[in-house]
């Protein structure tokens, strides 16, 4: 049964939540409306770091530095349940790569403010260290855009980010299988691991986020100061 309105929450999704076959058939979160909306202060970066090699890095947002730089965040509001958003948090890895952040924001239809429920980056990652994201991975957000759609301008912004694009040559498939073998399987039993240990709110305790930071950071050295140099870079850098 749906919420009343009265007792949802608004939550912004810029990402591959925009997607309905992500976000409702996959996910199973049934909103009770959407609406195409911005939020003026923060602008869309791919600050989430993923893995080399098939998804380097995911969107996140972060906050605009320069007022006079026109390069907003739009998306989509959706309506939801507490129950529905605490499922958004656990389906967007319970805490280990996002924090939740209330932000202002404002309806694309009318103008009207709003404040929502958004996800941000847990770590700080600098701009001159972000990856590219995967054509697979963007190629959702320009769908999601295209599906809502959010102003042109944007879904033309999209269209032209960068992606990466993993080179056909034997020795870096070869280089992509090594890498792949090992840590695909860590990223595996993290997620069964995010889904055995969450709480109520969708997210993992403090101990879990201590050993996926290990994991993750373990991962991108070894990727930039050794496997890169031998086989190839997995990021798009």
Known sequence: MKPNETDASWYFAYGSNMVSDVFVTRRKISPVRSEVACIKSHTLCFNIMGIPYSDPAMAGIRAIEDEKEDKAVYGVAYLLSQEDLHRVVLTEGGGIAYDTAVLDGSLERDGSPIRVTTLIGRHA??????????????????????????????????????TFHPLQTRRYQIGKWLFSSFWQRVAYWIERGVHR???????VP????????????????????????????????
């Open 125 to 162: 990652i600098e701009l001159s260290y972000e990856r590219l994201p995967s054509e697979r991975y963007l190629g959702l957000l320009v769908r999601g855009a295209r599906d809502h759609s959010l102003p042109e301008p944007y879904q033309n912004r999209l269209a032209a980010h960068a």
């Open 206 to 237: 403090k101990w879990f986020l201590i050993i996926f930071d290990c994991l993750l950071w373990t991962m991108w050295i070894y990727h930039d100061y050794v496997h890169c140099h031998l086989w190839g870079r997995g990021d798009g850098r």
């Open 197 to 203: 240990f969450k709480g109520p709110d969708g997210c």
